[in-house]
């Protein structure tokens, strides 16, 4: 279990065809990054709140990456 008191969190917003999103990020103290969720404005998407997929990152920008790539697929 995670203690969210060792997490730093980042969050990014993205856009396509004018719908929203944003992706949030936790860097653990000790451990990879991981993206925490996406979250749609506006949208026929579900939001996809949970640690959706992580531990293969080694920097906060490699989870943005790939969290802004499956953002966009859903759009």
């Given at each position: 279990m995670i203690d969210e008191r060792d997490i730093r969190e980042f969050?990014?917003?993205?856009?396509?065809?004018?719908k929203?999103?944003?992706?949030?990020?936790?860097?653990?103290?000790h451990g990879n990054p991981f993206v925490r969720a996406?979250?749609?404005?506006?949208s026929h998407v579900k939001n996809l709140e949970f640690p959706l997929f992580g531990g293969q990152f080694t920097t906060e920008d490699d989870a943005f990456d790939a969290a802004?790539?499956?953002a966009l697929s859903l759009l």
């Amino acid at each position: 279990m995670i203690d969210e008191r060792d997490i730093r969190e980042f969050s990014r917003i993205g856009e396509k065809d004018g719908k929203r999103f944003n992706v949030l990020v936790w860097q653990p103290r000790h451990g990879n990054p991981f993206v925490r969720a996406i979250r749609f404005e506006d949208s026929h998407v579900k939001n996809l709140e949970f640690p959706l997929f992580g531990g293969q990152f080694t920097t906060e920008d490699d989870a943005f990456d790939a969290a802004f790539d499956l953002a966009l697929s859903l759009l």
